[in-house]
């Protein structure tokens, strides 16, 4: 009786909550419930943390560098689009980098920052592959806590983003994350051509300074609203959960530069930092 009795608690609970849902993306791929979301996600933690080095353990490992070419410039491609309709649907058209609240308006710009929300979104779930491929490559040492619980906070963090404030001033970090991306995917995409075109990967020591950059930009692009005394952002627990997140990140990477660069402490002979290796964009 009381295990019913919390679950009627439990639904009615949801329901209240989701009744501010954004309804315009209801029926949007992944959007009715984060039910799909979840399983999926959860079904890559097992398959890389568990199974799929199980059965690679006797296996050889799968030859990849065309695939591994061809997945990295789609990346860069489909981040290069993502950003500039990030660019064309508030943050190069109107918005003020400060208190940028969410359109629900069924207008074309509103539908169209909303529609690149979810893009941003279902992208994440694309670069899942990222993990899958050094199973099937068996580089397990690259598959660390860091690297795992980047790819899978991150989209399931944002399908809520979706639900409810596809847009505004909570977007500044995708914004960002994109053009990261195509960088850093241009990168491995040149990596993975093989020896020949090492000589044009001469700022592969920048990629650290990028992502610290990075994170200095979000944390403090949102510590903003802290400060404002009439932002009228309608779900500014997103923003806390942005900042939070950033400010984490923003502290292992100056963490790592201070010991990689500051203490002189010599980078392992592949080149690959710890975080060079987790891709934690």
């Not at 050889?60 to 990295?72: G, I």
């Not at 208190?99 to 979810?118: E, F, G, K, L």
């Not at 505004?168 to 990168?187: E, K, S």
Request: with cysteine; proline share 4%.
């Amino acid at each position: 009786m009381a295990f019913k009795d919390l679950t009627s608690r439990a639904v009615i609970l949801y329901d209240e909550w989701f009744k501010d849902a954004d309804p315009r993306v209801e029926d949007w791929l992944f959007m009715s419930s984060p039910l799909s979301q979840t399983i999926i996600i959860g079904a890559y933690i097992y398959f890389v943390t568990s199974l799929g080095p199980k059965l690679m353990e006797n296996r050889k490992p799968f030859d990849l560098k065309k695939t591994m070419v061809f997945y990295n410039f789609s990346i860069v491609f489909f981040s290069s689009y993502i950003f500039y309709e990030f660019l064309m649907s508030g943050w190069a058209t109107g918005y003020s980098f400060q208190c940028d609240i969410v359109d629900y308006s069924r207008s074309p710009q509103a539908m169209r920052m909303a529609w690149t929300c979810w893009l941003f979104f279902f992208s994440k779930f694309i670069e899942l592959l990222d993990t899958i491929f050094f199973v099937l490559r068996k580089k397990n040492s690259q598959i660390t806590f860091l690297h795992v619980y980047h790819h899978s906070v991150m989209p399931w963090t944002w399908w809520f983003g979706v639900k409810f404030a596809p847009g505004g001033l909570g977007t500044f970090h995708a914004l960002i994350n994109c053009l990261v991306h195509i960088i850093m995917y241009t990168y491995y995409g040149l990596s993975a051509l093989g020896p020949a075109y090492q000589k044009y990967l001469w700022w592969k020591k920048h990629l650290t300074s990028m992502q610290l950059i990075q994170f200095v930009m979000v944390t403090t692009h949102i510590a903003q609203f802290f400060f404002m005394e009439n932002c009228q952002y309608q779900f500014p627990v997103f923003l806390y959960v942005i900042w939070a997140y950033s400010l984490q990140f923003l502290i292992l990477f100056l963490n790592f530069w201070y010991h990689a660069y500051t203490k002189g402490q010599r980078l392992p002979k592949n080149g690959k930092s710890e975080f060079n290796k987790t891709k934690s964009h």
